[in-house]
C-alpha cells in the first residue's frame, strides 16, 4: 500500500523559514517524480515545485522560484521542500505527491498518482 505522509508544517512569521518533508512508502521510490502541491481556502489546488527521479530535474511555480527548493533523498525515501522567505500568501494546506508514469515534473494535478493528506502551513506578519 503507497503512503505519503508529510510533515514541518506550522507557523512561521513572514521572512521565516520551514522545511517540509514527505515520507514514501510502498513504491519504487526511485521511480518516482515527486511534486509538491498546495491549497489555500476556497482556491484551487496549485502547484508549488516537482523534482524528478534522478533528482537532477527541478520544476518551480513563478510563486516558488528564487524561495523555495525541492530535494530528495533516497535512501530515507524522503523529499524536502525547503521554504525560505516565507508570506502570509504562502499560507495553505501543502500536499506531497507522486508520479509514477513520467520522469519529471509535471505541474498539473492529474499527472500524479498517490497523495499525502497536507500539512498546513500558516505564515504570519
Not at 91 to 120: I, K, M, N
Request: net charge neutral; aromatic share 12%.
Amino acid at each position: 500500500q503507497v503512503h505519503l505522509v508529510e510533515s514541518g508544517g506550522g507557523l512561521a512569521q513572514a521572512g521565516g523559514s520551514l522545511r517540509l518533508s514527505c515520507a514514501v512508502s510502498g513504491l519504487t521510490f526511485s521511480r518516482a517524480a515527486v511534486a509538491w502541491f498546495r491549497q489555500a481556502p476556497g482556491k484551487e489546488r496549485e502547484f508549488v515545485a516537482a523534482i524528478s527521479w534522478s533528482g537532477q530535474t527541478r520544476n518551480y511555480a513563478d510563486s516558488a522560484k528564487g524561495r523555495f527548493t525541492v530535494s530528495r533523498d533516497d535512501a530515507a525515501n524522503t523529499v524536502y521542500l525547503q521554504m525560505n522567505n516565507l508570506k502570509p500568501e504562502d499560507t495553505s494546506v501543502y500536499y506531497c505527491t507522486a508520479d509514477l508514469r513520467r520522469h519529471c515534473c509535471g505541474s498539473l494535478w492529474d499527472e500524479y498518482d498517490y497523495w499525502g493528506q497536507g500539512t498546513q502551513v500558516t505564515v504570519s506578519w
